[in-house]
């Protein structure tokens, strides 16, 4: 029996939930999902130019873990552009950390 899924950090929801291509390809429109811990790894390494142990750190998971997340979410991101696929960027395993006065939001916390 394999063990129970950690759940990832993540610092927040999307701004966008979609990227959409400019045209349809001939072969039609299909769709590529980017979980939202997919996302993080993404933001963390490419947007704000972590290293993966700091990134992995951050998001509570081993570098074996965050390197595997973030290979996966690259192939994603490649495959919609690549392809001309809808990008969606939803579902995943991941908490959020509680905000305000520490308390969590109801529905704030976790994906699939």
């Keep these: ?11 927040g929801r999307p ?3 979609a990227f959409f291509p400019d045209g349809t390809p001939p072969w039609g429109q299909g769709e590529s999902i980017l979980p939202l811990e997919g996302l993080e790894a993404i933001r963390l390494i490419d947007f704000q ?3 993966q142990e700091t990134a992995a750190s951050m998001m509570n ?15 994603s991101v490649a495959d919609a552009l690549v392809m ?13 950390p509680p905000r305000g006065n520490g308390r969590h939001r109801r529905g704030w916390n976790g994906g699939n």
């Design 1 to 11: 029996m394999p063990r129970p899924r950690k759940r990832r950090s993540i610092q």
């Design 84 to 96: 001309g696929k809808i990008l969606r960027i939803e579902g995943g395993h991941f908490a959020m």
């Design 61 to 75: 998971v081993s570098r074996q873990t965050f390197g595997r997340i973030l290979a996966e979410a690259r192939a």
């Design 49 to 51: 130019g972590l290293d």
């Design 15 to 17: 701004v966008v939930g």
